[in-house]
């Protein structure tokens, strides 16, 4: 059989490279099958995408987000009905996680889909495809699910150094600033507003040589100096994952090469010992520039809710010590859940006050009951969630218990996220925001466009500072309507001017190179 395997993105201006088909592909042909990897783009149409389905190849899989399932669905359509005795099949974390959902939906149309990663299910399956027939192939596989087979199936947790590296060809044709990698699997916390599988035992991580050595590779190939580590947490498993960063870090460093990494990293695990701080401030001469942090909360109920490990102590704790050690700390944030309070909201937004945010997301952020996550079943439970819930896009799901919170957070859904110049802002800010973390790294003469940049973001915060005062400390809405207009218009002054440093930086790297 040859396999085409495709990566869905809403932007083609945007696009990233999907780690996991790539990963996928590379095992397949290690196995001498034929594969093909193939970009789609929702803004470019379902007709350009049609256009990309190679009628040569007899089985399709595509790469599966909610967002994207009734394009895919399409285009799966479209499979099933032109090309002759073909297969259709999705993988993904949220292709697992909604599996009976999607194929009650869809199951004529696609013929199984992927538990967990998907390397030895997709092996084993194109080898029983050979002499059994589909039924039998899927009842034979414990780690594939389909319409007509869904009893004693479990996912897939393939220890990562089971596996190969990824096949990089999306680099190699793609003028692109940064890659990705991927240096382990799992997760060591339990947030309840994720789905990934969190069971200790099924971490696995790669050894700091084997890392290494594929950065080498993609520079010797590439030339890209930025990295983005994609792990759920870097500092993963505990005391051995602080080991295993010192012992990258001295390997870095004696690299003749100078790289910038961003990376995850959550808030409860490094604090003020001599040790964390030895170690962060070894981190930053090898490179690592800017770390994401899963904060989510600025009050310490919420993050019970939320089961984050961190407490609020952590949260104040991590902000001030990645700014003392000169890495830049970028903060995922959630104001509104369904268990939001009056007095909760003012806790956040004290939060992002006290640390100068000035990223406008983390004023307005909802939190996103994914299907079967532990927060959804609890609002589930508690008739919280919406009667119009949508797996495939569960935003603004659910109803707040306080009334007053609720009408704070229609106001902001209709104000913000109603609104694609917002959410070019918000884009762009962190575009930038990632960027000049990684240039300061390797072009110390770039640090003008941060002062710049902190300019702005001096001007941001004061405007966000003075809105949503009205908003959380008075919940007063009409005010915040009566003075959005002047608020928004000072925003879009503020877009143009991170517009014109996001430009200017582009086009120093392009130059320096």
Same mark, same amino acid.
Request: proline share 2%; hydrophobic share 35%; net charge neutral.
């Given at each position: 059989?040859?396999?085409?395997? /495709?990566?869905?993105?809403?932007?083609?201006?945007? !696009? @990233?490279?999907?780690?996991?088909?790539?990963? #996928?592909?590379?095992?397949?042909?290690?196995?001498?099958?034929?594969?093909?990897?193939?970009?789609?783009?929702?803004?470019?149409?379902?007709?350009?995408?049609?256009?990309?389905?190679? *009628?040569?190849?007899?089985?399709?899989?595509?790469?599966?987000? !909610?967002?994207?399932?009734?394009?895919?669905?399409?285009?799966?359509?479209?499979?099933?009905?032109?090309?002759?005795?073909?297969?259709?099949?999705?993988?993904?974390?949220?292709?697992?996680?909604?599996?009976?959902?999607?194929?009650?939906?869809?199951?004529?149309? #696609?013929?199984?889909?992927?538990?967990?990663?998907?390397?030895?299910?997709?092996?084993?399956? =194109?080898?029983?495809?050979?002499?059994?027939?589909? *039924?039998?192939?899927?009842?034979?596989?414990?780690?594939?699910?389909?319409?007509?087979?869904?009893?004693?199936?479990?996912?897939?947790?393939?220890?990562?150094?089971?596996?190969? =590296?990824?096949?990089?060809?999306?680099?190699?044709?793609?003028?692109?600033?940064?890659?990705?990698?991927?240096?382990?699997?799992?997760?060591?916390?339990?947030?309840?507003?994720?789905?990934?599988?969190?069971?200790?035992?099924?971490?696995?991580?790669?050894?700091?040589?084997?890392?290494?050595?594929?950065?080498?590779?993609?520079?010797?190939?590439?030339?890209?100096?930025?990295?983005?580590?994609?792990?759920?947490?870097?500092?993963?498993?505990?005391?051995?994952?602080?080991?295993?960063?010192?012992?990258?870090?001295? =390997?870095?460093?004696?690299?003749?090469?100078?790289?910038?990494? @961003?990376?995850?990293?959550?808030?409860?695990?490094?604090?003020?010992?001599?040790?964390?701080?030895?170690? =962060?401030?070894?981190?930053?001469?090898?490179?690592?520039?800017?770390?994401?942090?899963?904060?989510?909360?600025?009050?310490?109920?919420?993050?019970?809710?939320?089961?984050?490990?961190?407490?609020?102590?952590?949260?104040?704790?991590?902000?001030?010590?990645?700014?003392?050690?000169?890495?830049?700390?970028?903060?995922?944030?959630?104001?509104?859940?369904?268990?939001? @309070?009056?007095?909760?909201?003012?806790?956040?937004?004290?939060?992002?006050?006290? *640390?100068?945010?000035?990223?406008?997301?983390?004023?307005?952020?909802?939190?996103?009951?994914?299907?079967?996550?532990?927060?959804?079943?609890?609002?589930?439970?508690?008739?919280?969630?919406?009667?119009?819930?949508?797996?495939?896009?569960?935003?603004?799901?659910?109803?707040?218990?306080?009334?007053?919170?609720?009408?704070?957070?229609?106001?902001? *859904?209709?104000?913000?996220?109603?609104?694609?110049?917002?959410?070019?802002?918000?884009?762009?800010?962190?575009?930038?925001?990632?960027?000049?973390?990684?240039?300061?790294?390797?072009?110390?003469?770039?640090?003008?466009?941060?002062?710049?940049?902190?300019?702005?973001?001096?001007?941001?915060?004061?405007?966000?500072?003075?809105?949503?005062?009205?908003?959380?400390? /008075?919940?007063? #809405?009409?005010?915040?309507?009566?003075?959005?207009?002047?608020?928004?218009?000072?925003?879009?002054?503020?877009?143009?001017?991170?517009?014109? #440093?996001?430009?200017?930086?582009?086009?120093?790297?392009?130059?320096?190179?």
């Amino acid at each position: 059989m040859k396999i085409q395997l /495709f990566s869905v993105g809403e932007s083609s201006e945007i !696009g @990233t490279e999907n780690l996991g088909i790539s990963r #996928i592909a590379k095992f397949l042909r290690m196995q001498n099958y034929e594969v093909k990897i193939s970009y789609l783009y929702m803004d470019l149409g379902v007709e350009h995408a049609i256009a990309n389905i190679d *009628h040569k190849y007899d089985m399709f899989g595509f790469s599966c987000y !909610g967002d994207y399932l009734d394009f895919i669905f399409c285009l799966s359509k479209y499979i099933k009905t032109k090309i002759n005795k073909s297969f259709v099949f999705l993988g993904s974390r949220f292709a697992t996680d909604c599996a009976e959902l999607i194929l009650e939906e869809a199951g004529d149309i #696609i013929d199984f889909i992927v538990l967990g990663h998907g390397e030895y299910p997709l092996l084993q399956f =194109l080898n029983d495809i050979k002499t059994k027939s589909l *039924h039998e192939s899927i009842k034979n596989n414990q780690n594939i699910i389909s319409a007509f087979d869904k009893n004693n199936k479990k996912i897939c947790n393939s220890n990562i150094n089971s596996l190969p =590296l990824p096949d990089r060809e999306y680099l190699n044709k793609k003028n692109k600033l940064y890659a990705n990698i991927c240096s382990a699997h799992g997760c060591l916390g339990a947030c309840s507003f994720c789905t990934i599988n969190n069971e200790k035992s099924k971490w696995s991580g790669r050894s700091p040589q084997d890392i290494v050595a594929e950065i080498q590779t993609i520079y010797k190939n590439t030339k890209l100096r930025f990295y983005s580590f994609v792990d759920p947490s870097f500092e993963d498993p505990g005391i051995d994952g602080k080991k295993r960063i010192e012992e990258l870090c001295v =390997l870095l460093l004696n690299e003749p090469i100078k790289y910038a990494f @961003t990376f995850y990293l959550r808030a409860n695990t490094f604090t003020y010992n001599d040790s964390d701080i030895k170690l =962060l401030k070894l981190m930053k001469n090898a490179g690592f520039c800017g770390a994401f942090l899963g904060i989510e909360a600025g009050n310490d109920d919420d993050l019970k809710i939320y089961k984050k490990l961190a407490t609020l102590e952590d949260n104040n704790n991590i902000i001030s010590l990645l700014n003392d050690v000169g890495i830049t700390p970028l903060v995922g944030f959630i104001m509104f859940n369904p268990y939001s @309070t009056k007095e909760k909201l003012i806790q956040n937004y004290n939060f992002l006050i006290n *640390h100068k945010i000035s990223y406008l997301d983390n004023y307005i952020r909802c939190l996103i009951p994914h299907y079967n996550s532990s927060i959804y079943r609890r609002a589930k439970k508690d008739n919280l969630i919406k009667n119009d819930y949508n797996y495939k896009m569960p935003y603004w799901s659910f109803n707040c218990e306080d009334e007053i919170v609720n009408k704070i957070m229609s106001f902001v *859904h209709n104000k913000f996220f109603n609104n694609q110049n917002m959410t070019n802002f918000i884009l762009d800010h962190l575009y930038i925001k990632y960027f000049l973390s990684y240039i300061k790294t390797i072009y110390k003469d770039a640090i003008s466009f941060e002062g710049k940049l902190k300019e702005i973001e001096n001007e941001l915060f004061e405007l966000h500072k003075l809105f949503f005062y009205d908003l959380y400390y /008075f919940n007063d #809405i009409e005010k915040c309507e009566y003075n959005y207009n002047d608020y928004e218009m000072k925003l879009k002054n503020c877009h143009i001017n991170i517009e014109n #440093i996001k430009n200017k930086t582009l086009r120093y790297i392009i130059k320096s190179e």
